[in-house]
């Protein structure tokens, strides 16, 4: 179990680190959408190379619409209402395709910054915290031990920290 002791309640634990870090995600993300987005644009335009010119072409939707209309029977006006469609004006192909494009490029990279902060803190946070304690042991204090939260990253390291200190403090 966790005690209070342990809880860090600081996002930004070594801003360095966590910075570098958080950048390195984006420019990989950030590269992979590039190459995404170019060969999507590539593809266009080896399309109209070939002859098929999408930046004029245009698609034309069909929309199914409820109307009403009112019909005289024997002397009486009531209003019938039926499905009919409704052509909407004509779209170019890439005023459909870009926008959805480049909204998911955009959400990707919210997400994966989001990401990168919450790993960077389990990261960053016990590398300080071994930093801390690893002085603590140079500067002559006894019975230091690492101590992570449990959904901590580098757990290993720190087991493996802790048993040098106890090597370091039996052979002193």
């Given at each position: 179990?966790?005690?209070?002791?342990?809880?860090?309640?600081?996002?930004?634990?070594?801003?360095?680190?966590?910075?570098?870090?958080?950048?390195?995600?984006?420019?990989?993300?950030?590269?992979?959408?590039?190459?995404?987005?170019?060969?999507?644009?590539l593809?266009?335009?080896?399309?109209?190379?070939?002859?098929?010119?999408?930046?004029?072409?245009?698609?034309?939707?069909e929309?199914?619409?409820?109307?009403?209309?009112?019909?005289?029977e024997?002397?009486?006006?009531?209003?019938?209402?039926?499905?009919?469609?409704?052509?909407?004006?004509?779209?170019?192909?890439?005023?459909?395709?870009?926008?959805?494009?480049?909204?998911?490029?955009?959400?990707i990279?919210?997400?994966?910054?989001?990401?990168?902060?919450?790993?960077?803190?389990?990261?960053?946070?016990?590398?300080?915290?071994?930093?801390?304690?690893?002085?603590?042991?140079?500067?002559?204090?006894?019975?230091?031990?690492?101590?992570?939260?449990?959904?901590?990253?580098?757990?290993?390291?720190?087991?493996?920290v802790?048993?040098?200190?106890?090597?370091?403090?039996?052979?002193t």
């Open positions: 179990m966790i005690t209070e002791k342990y809880k860090r309640k600081n996002i930004i634990i070594n801003r360095k680190f966590q910075f570098n870090l958080i950048g390195t995600f984006l420019i990989s993300i950030g590269i992979a959408l590039i190459i995404f987005t170019a060969a999507i644009s593809y266009y335009w080896i399309s109209s190379m070939a002859g098929e010119n999408i930046f004029k072409e245009f698609i034309t939707i929309r199914q619409v409820i109307e009403q209309r009112e019909v005289k024997e002397g009486q006006t009531r209003l019938e209402t039926f499905y009919t469609t409704k052509t909407i004006p004509g779209v170019k192909r890439w005023e459909i395709v870009v926008p959805p494009i480049l909204i998911n490029n955009l959400i990279l919210i997400v994966i910054t989001v990401m990168g902060i919450y790993y960077s803190h389990r990261i960053a946070g016990p590398a300080y915290r071994m930093i801390v304690d690893i002085q603590k042991v140079i500067d002559g204090e006894k019975d230091v031990r690492i101590h992570l939260r449990r959904k901590d990253k580098l757990t290993d390291l720190a087991d493996k802790n048993l040098l200190i106890e090597k370091f403090e039996k052979i």
